[in-house]
Nanobody, 126 residues
Framework: QVQLVESGGGSVQAGGSLKLSCVAS????????VTWFRQVPGKEREGVAG????????YYADSVKGRFTIFRDSAKTTVFLLMNSLKPEDTAMYSC???????????????????WGPGTQVTVSS
């Protein structure tokens, strides 16, 4: 069983930056994908960015490409999401989730993930 805990959320003005952290503990399978999702009330969860833990390969939603960067630490237990050039529409609850390796078409699909953290709120003001 993998436990995930996020941190780093907060309030920032448009154009600013935040760095989120997702710490994984418990049994960490070497084939995990960890992905950041975000959700606003009344809308579906949106996959934002993810990373293949063993190889460090990253994948992004089109809405954040060029602005967000996902990476992991050398111990492969913490995944970071560096968010630059933030926009008001980035405001959401951000959660990290873990799953065994998924094919590309499923990596940003929340339904494929079974382990979730409680989330951290990001608020971007204009």
């Amino acid at each position: 069983q993998v436990q995930l805990v996020e941190s780093g959320g907060g309030s920032v003005q448009a154009g600013g930056s935040l760095k989120l952290s997702c710490v994984a503990s418990g049994y960490i399978d070497s084939t995990l994908c960890v992905t950041w999702f975000r959700q606003v009330p009344g809308k579906e969860r949106e996959g934002v960015a993810g990373i293949h833990i063993p190889a460090g390969r990253a994948y992004y939603a089109d809405s954040v490409k060029g602005r967000f960067t996902i990476f992991r630490d050398s111990a492969k237990t913490t995944v970071f999401l560096l968010m630059n050039s933030l926009k008001p529409e980035d405001t959401a609850m951000y959660s990290c989730a873990a799953a065994l390796i998924l094919p590309p078409e499923w990596r940003l699909s929340a339904a494929k993930y079974s382990h979730w953290g409680p989330g951290t709120q990001v608020t971007v003001s204009s």
